[in-house]
């Protein structure tokens, strides 16, 4: 199965990507050590633009001069979490405590380890443990907000809100939190007042705009979204987050002559950005352009080798085409050793196990993809036609007549059909 990287439309993934989980935020706002280091304020940079192979060389260049470095070694460990290698940040976050047990940022990263986890519990000690070390360390507090939040902890959450907007005006985590919570209230018009004051708040920053977007996008208000990313651009014409945004509004629209252009506008200013790249991947296919749709997820595994859904989807691609097939088998193996719960991974192999005739193996992937999945209608009709195969009829049947139920106009819908009459 393709995964089209589909926009993500609510307000808290503007709260992940600006002011929790950005690569650039796992340090105070004025630590020495983030500060005079000149490659490491590059490799800061290279992560936020998402070129995350350039910026784990120069902080491993970093440490080899200067194996202390604790900023880098967190570096590392916000790379690892980037790519969902949960245990080796986890590993290299331990390391920086074990020799500095009083640092705030690393009991921060220890934190987002533990939330990647799944550990609330454990992460929230490590967040209070950051904000005792330092009461000004804002990316903890913005953490504990949204931890609160997830437990429907409203009024401490919008304290926490509250208190980051005054402490810093600009940063972007208060004012989104707290729109947020006044848009779960269904005060839209309340949360976009909210936004609005941080955009007063940080009149030359480009976020706000490109934040308010995503809120009109998440309301499918398409033509708003793109007035918004307008403004974004206008203080800032290489925000290429703007750019994409762009992209993800004229698709919404159906216009994917645009979204392309607007996708390849944002790659253009940023190379390496990969969510770019694969939601251009995805337009193009949309449009009928294969070849190019081919050629862009090629370059997002150039562009970071470690990255899952460049495989997955050039090896989607690659199985529609005769003669491909090994080569796509060992795209989708790829995809599944990088990110072992990656449900579109394990259907994208299962599927091409099924097209080589390998009935068992295709389902022992399958089933692993509707367990990850939570049984999306394709992975339900290639797991019943693999079973149909083997001569599982009682297998079988129930899981295409689930799938049909649930999406009448699958591909292979005729056949499908025809195997629930025969199985009947």
């Given at each position: 199965?393709?995964?089209?990287?589909?926009?993500?439309?609510i307000?808290v993934?503007?709260v992940?990507?600006?002011?929790?989980a950005?690569?650039?935020?796992?340090?105070?706002d004025?630590?020495?050590l983030?500060?005079g280091?000149?490659?490491?304020?590059?490799?800061?940079?290279?992560?936020?633009?998402?070129?995350?192979?350039?910026?784990?060389?120069m902080?491993?260049?970093i440490?080899k001069?200067?194996?202390?470095?604790?900023?880098?070694m967190?570096?590392?460990?916000q790379?690892?979490?980037?790519?969902?290698?949960?245990?080796d940040?986890e590993?290299?976050?331990l390391?920086?405590?074990?020799?500095?047990?009083?640092?705030?940022?690393?009991?921060?990263?220890?934190?987002?380890?533990?939330?990647?986890?799944?550990?609330?519990?454990p992460?929230?000690?490590?967040?209070?443990?950051?904000?005792?070390?330092?009461?000004?360390?804002?990316?903890?507090?913005?953490?504990?907000?949204a931890?609160?939040?997830?437990?429907?902890?409203?009024?401490?959450?919008?304290?926490?809100?509250?208190?980051?907007i005054?402490?810093?005006?600009?940063w972007?985590?208060?004012?989104?939190?707290?729109?947020?919570i006044?848009?779960?209230?269904?005060?839209?018009?309340?949360g976009?007042?909210?936004?609005?004051g941080w955009a007063?708040?940080?009149?030359?920053?480009s976020?706000?705009?490109?934040?308010?977007?995503?809120?009109?996008?998440s309301?499918q208000d398409?033509?708003k979204?793109?007035?918004?990313?307008?403004?974004?651009?206008?203080r800032?014409?290489?925000?290429?987050?703007?750019?994409k945004?762009?992209g993800?509004?004229y698709?919404?629209?159906?216009?994917?002559?645009k979204?392309i252009?607007?996708?390849?506008?944002?790659?253009?200013?940023?190379?390496?950005?990969?969510?770019?790249?694969?939601?251009l991947g995805?337009?193009?296919?949309?449009?009928?352009?294969?070849?190019?749709?081919?050629?862009?997820?090629?370059?997002?595994?150039?562009?970071?080798?470690?990255?899952?859904?460049?495989?997955?989807?050039?090896?989607?691609?690659?199985?529609?085409?005769?003669g491909?097939?090994?080569e796509?088998?060992?795209?989708?193996?790829r995809?599944?050793e990088?990110?072992?719960?990656?449900?579109?991974?394990?259907?994208?192999?299962?599927?091409i196990?099924?097209q080589?005739?390998?009935?068992?193996q295709?389902?022992?992937?399958?089933?692993?993809?509707?367990?990850?999945?939570?049984?999306?209608?394709?992975?339900?009709?290639?797991?019943?036609?693999?079973?149909?195969?083997?001569?599982?009829?009682k297998?079988?049947?129930p899981?295409?007549?689930?799938?049909?139920?649930?999406?009448?106009?699958l591909?292979?819908?005729?056949?499908?059909r025809?195997?629930?009459?025969?199985?009947?």
């Amino acid at each position: 199965m393709i995964n089209r990287k589909e926009v993500v439309l609510i307000v808290v993934v503007a709260v992940l990507g600006w002011a929790v989980a950005g690569p650039h935020r796992f340090f105070a706002d004025s630590i020495p050590l983030a500060r005079g280091h000149a490659d490491f304020e590059k490799a800061l940079s290279l992560m936020k633009e998402g070129n995350l192979p350039a910026a784990e060389q120069m902080l491993r260049s970093i440490l080899k001069n200067d194996p202390s470095h604790v900023n880098s070694m967190l570096g590392l460990a916000q790379i690892s979490l980037d790519r969902a290698k949960l245990a080796d940040a986890e590993r290299q976050v331990l390391k920086v405590l074990s020799a500095h047990s009083s640092s705030p940022e690393a009991h921060n990263m220890m934190g987002v380890v533990h939330l990647a986890q799944k550990k609330s519990g454990p992460a929230m000690l490590e967040f209070q443990r950051a904000i005792q070390l330092n009461p000004k360390y804002v990316t903890p507090r913005t953490y504990l907000a949204a931890l609160y939040r997830a437990q429907d902890k409203l009024v401490l959450a919008e304290n926490e809100y509250k208190v980051l907007i005054q402490m810093a005006p600009r940063w972007p985590a208060g004012h989104v939190g707290l729109a947020q919570i006044e848009m779960s209230r269904g005060r839209f018009d309340r949360g976009i007042e909210i936004l609005r004051g941080w955009a007063k708040a940080d009149p030359k920053s480009s976020e706000p705009g490109t934040v308010l977007g995503m809120v009109y996008l998440s309301h499918q208000d398409y033509s708003k979204a793109l007035l918004e990313f307008d403004a974004a651009l206008k203080r800032d014409p290489r925000a290429a987050p703007a750019l994409k945004g762009k992209g993800d509004a004229y698709s919404g629209l159906g216009q994917w002559d645009k979204a392309i252009q607007s996708y390849r506008e944002a790659i253009k200013l940023s190379p390496k950005y990969l969510d770019a790249h694969l939601l251009l991947g995805s337009a193009y296919v949309r449009v009928g352009q294969v070849e190019n749709a081919i050629s862009t997820y090629r370059s997002c595994i150039q562009i970071d080798p470690q990255f899952p859904g460049g495989y997955n989807n050039l090896a989607w691609l690659l199985a529609q085409r005769p003669g491909n097939l090994n080569e796509a088998l060992g795209f989708a193996k790829r995809a599944t050793e990088l990110e072992p719960r990656y449900a579109d991974a394990h259907d994208t192999l299962g599927w091409i196990y099924f097209q080589k005739g390998e009935y068992t193996q295709a389902v022992t992937e399958l089933k692993k993809a509707k367990e990850l999945n939570g049984g999306r209608p394709e992975t339900l009709a290639h797991l019943g036609m693999s079973y149909y195969k083997l001569g599982r009829a009682k297998e079988a049947l129930p899981e295409i007549q689930q799938a049909l139920a649930m999406n009448a106009n699958l591909p292979h819908a005729p056949m499908l059909r025809k195997i629930v009459e025969e199985l009947k």
